[in-house]
């Protein structure tokens, strides 16, 4: 709280006879009500403390500067917020940081340092401020009401002003297209075109195939261990939000693993694939980002990033596969919802199947009509 100081004022009455002498005046003969005044983050403050005893004023004034100084500020609650979150992965907190970074940054810049004073109106200006559409801004506002509906189990916060914010409409899963065969053919073939070394190559094949017939987050390769790899299954929790991926591997999979070379600087003993287990998720998570920019731009695929292998592998379940969004959700190692809000896409497989649930409709129905008539 930025507090330019509480003062003790008397509110003269008419018939005091102290009243020319102002309101600091304090020992007037009138003995008129006692108030306090000052500023409080840039916002005047101007309260009865209802009584006219100087001494029971002083003791409520110095009671009222501890009530306020415990109010949590906008570092208070981030600070909370994200050691309570602490279990989550490492990216996650990332993003949470950040996010409420830019909010800390935004009500530092106008003079708000108390997250009670944080109202739907500032909140509006803040989103108005960011600028933000779509899923970032939805995800985004997510964020926030989380926090507040935080601080305000915690009581710092009477209500949460987050909840009225306006959740973007959205009307299409995000617009990610999958990869075609013909870019996948591309990428695995620049794998064995880059770099001065074997190893290099080694690792971005066996990366690329791993996120084309599993779907995994490119932080879950870069921390895949060998005792993830149970005969031809791989079996572990992901890193984001600690559900279990169990991927049946193929023979081409399982190759590209075992020729693996030994992480650089690793131990003999180490039994991870891509890291020798010194470094940070996020330093892994950026060296294999641009060992896979150095494939992408071999290949000449525009707009390739690693997610799209993940977008790409849900797609062809839900479409060639006929998979369930419940199967893909299961084999992803996500929520189902997460699943119809992200990698539903349309594809051509996907109409095709919908089409054959649809006329297996049609053509049950004719059936059934076609017999009945007969029987008239």
Not at 150 to 169: D, H, K, S, T, V
Not at 259 to 267: E, G, Y
Not at 308 to 330: C, M, P, Q, W, Y
Not at 337 to 361: C, F, G, K, N, P
Request: proline share 3%; hydrophobic share 40%; aromatic share 6%.
């Amino acid at each position: 709280m930025r507090s330019d100081g509480l003062t003790l004022q008397r509110r003269h009455t008419k018939r005091c006879p102290d009243r020319g002498k102002g309101q600091n005046f304090l020992r007037c003969g009138g003995r008129c009500p006692l108030w306090v005044c000052g500023t409080v983050d840039g916002k005047r403050i101007r309260k009865s403390l209802k009584t006219r005893d100087l001494q029971r004023a002083a003791r409520r004034l110095a009671q009222l500067e501890v009530d306020d100084g415990e109010r949590a500020t906008v570092d208070k609650a981030t600070d909370a917020f994200l050691s309570a979150h602490a279990d989550r992965a490492a990216e996650t907190l990332r993003k949470y940081g950040r996010i409420l970074g830019y909010l800390t940054n935004f009500c530092g810049d106008r003079s708000v340092t108390q997250v009670e004073r944080i109202t739907t109106e500032m909140l509006e200006a803040y989103a108005a401020w960011r600028n933000k559409r779509g899923w970032t801004w939805a995800k985004e506002i997510e964020l926030l009401r989380q926090f507040f509906g935080f601080c305000a189990e915690r009581g710092w916060i009477r209500g949460n002003p987050a909840r009225a914010l306006r959740r973007p409409r959205i009307i299409d899963a995000n617009d990610v297209k999958p990869f075609t065969q013909d870019e996948i053919v591309r990428i695995l073939a620049a794998c064995d075109e880059i770099g001065l070394y074997a190893y290099e190559r080694l690792r971005a094949r066996a990366m690329v195939l791993l996120m084309r017939y599993t779907g995994m987050r490119i932080s879950d390769v870069v921390t895949l261990d060998r005792s993830h790899i149970q005969g031809e299954y791989l079996i572990k929790r992901a890193v984001k939000n600690h559900r279990w991926i169990r991927v049946k591997l193929p023979a081409e999979v399982l190759q590209a693993l075992e020729r693996l070379p030994l992480p650089r600087n690793a131990p003999k003993d180490c039994t991870l694939y891509f890291a020798s287990g010194n470094a940070s998720l996020r330093s892994l998570v950026k060296g294999a980002e641009r060992t896979l920019a150095a494939v992408f731009r071999r290949a000449g695929v525009e707009g390739a990033h690693a997610h799209r292998f993940r977008h790409t592998l849900a797609s062809e379940l839900l479409g060639k596969g006929g998979a369930s969004v419940e199967d893909v959700a299961s084999i992803l190692g996500d929520s189902p919802a997460t699943i119809r809000r992200h990698y539903a896409h349309w594809t051509r497989e996907l109409q095709s199947r919908h089409d054959s649930l649809v006329r297996v409709i049609h053509d049950t129905s004719m059936a059934q009509a076609e017999d009945r008539i007969s029987k008239c």
